[in-house]
């Protein structure tokens, strides 16, 4: 074991987050934390680095242990270079650099500087940092990341500064390291890249994910729930045959407690209604008032310790359960979103988008010679690698629906059918929205597509994407988390009853519910789907062709 952690009580603002929350870490391990979004996935990583004490409990790490994590923010490096920035993170680089380099000017003789020294380059060799810089360049290739490796961290996107800390954390050499979603806007070669480091690796990792690809490659799943911390040994498989055969238990432990519940209420009653005919009839103690103090003592123990479950089981394993526990399921599961995903106006005639022949770019053509077609109830996939131009091809598309050219189109064409109504799901929410309340992006969301809402159907549609109508509608859209970003989004894309869903990493940020929902939703849509993906699991549900995008690749058939 290199980590042990205890907390007994984690508050954020006025919600508790953990209440009885127990997990070991052992030396080695590939641990997944998985939740729903907001039950403190990342609070616990900021609890292991010793970034957040706020809390009643203990965190002990084994002496000696060296902890790695990602970062989110990048204040005050910005003016570092990639390369520097991830030799200066490195544990030990900087300080063991610093003494190979002056010591030499003004230890002379000094016998403790002398054996300080020796010690450095001694340290400095066995972890490999004389070559590091070169092995790091090498690695920042496998991102496409190669022409980055100079420039300034600020000068970075968010998703090119997220690959720089996976980088920086397989070359850390640290005992732990703590990685927070690391696949997100990762394309398949970049993915398959570090999946393949993950699974070599001999270090300990916990990651926070939510994306199958991974999950299918750790040794366990810890799940934040209910304010503790549930443990499934084994991959993601493992974890849903042991989370429908959990979830059987709790439903039946849930029932008969309140049948007990019940049992005990009716024993109050009765006593009550006995009560004063044996308070007449004398004698030390009143047998119907010992009757029903007991009982709701009884009643209260259960009370206090009885809440409903957050129960959750995917698709296939429901499928395998029996009627009766699937139809209990039903009555006590967790809620999930409600995704409004009406069936679209039948379309019929001309291809709902036609790409002809396209080659797009700017200085230079992104790709080339690009054909394929849309029609009703198509799936297709664009596939490429990051830079291809997949997002290029879709803002072509866009502008063309909204009767507009496009300014990188360099040959071909791009036609947009007039009946087109297109919902789009974005990697990033415009920021036309941040500085607002998620109240008021729901309104203007709806507004700009000149379609009447009220507040009334503001507070529903809040619910069924599970916000809180009443604490999150004032929430300032810039400070809510990924996942509520990522329904915001989900809010947006269905607004205007769309026949065309251009879905553009729609899983980033999602938890597995959701994500379950959300493809089962896209599953009943009657409407046609142009998507970037690169979780295989939802590419699977999805089905249908692909249009491989980018120089030299073979074209959609």
Known sequence: MIADIRVTDKKFGPKSLYTNLQLSIQKGEKLALIGRNGVGKTTLFHLLTGDDADFIGEVILKRGTVVASTRQEHHGVGDLTAIEYILQELPEYSQLKHVIETYPEHMGSNNQKLVKYAEAVERFSSKGF????????????????????DNKLSSLSGGERRFIELVKLEHSHADLLLIDEPTNHMDYVAKQRFIKWFKQTKQAVVVITHDRDVLAHVDRIVEIIDGEARSFNGNYNAYLNQNSVSTVGQISDYETALKTLERLDQRVEWARARKARAAAGGGKKNAMVVMEEKALRQKQDILDTLQKPNFWVDRESLGKLDDKVTEKYHKYKAKNIKLNAKDPQAHRGAHLVAVESLSLGYDAPLFNEVTFQVDPGDRIELRGRNGAGKSTLINAIVASANNQVAKTIVAGSVVVDKKCVIGRYEQEIGEEYLNGS???????????????????????????????????????????????????????????????????????????????????????????????SHDSYFQKNLKGNVAMIGKNMPQAG
């Open 130 to 149: 004389y070559y590091v810089e070169d092995e790091v360049r090498e690695t920042l290739k496998d991102y496409q990341l190669a022409d980055k490796a």
């Open 438 to 532: 998620l109240g008021e992006a729901v309104e203007r969301i709806y507004r700009t597509q000149n379609l009447n809402i009220t507040d009334q159907e503001v507070m529903r549609i809040l619910g069924d994407y599970l916000f809180d109508p009443q604490l999150d509608r004032t929430k300032q859209v810039a400070q809510l988390s990924g996942g509520q970003k990522a329904r915001l989004q989900l809010i947006r894309m269905f607004a205007s009853n769309p026949n065309l869903l251009i879905l553009d990493e729609p899983t980033n940020h999602l938890d597995l519910p959701s994500i379950e929902e959300l493809e089962l939703a896209l599953g009943r849509y009657a409407g046609a789907i142009l998507y970037v």
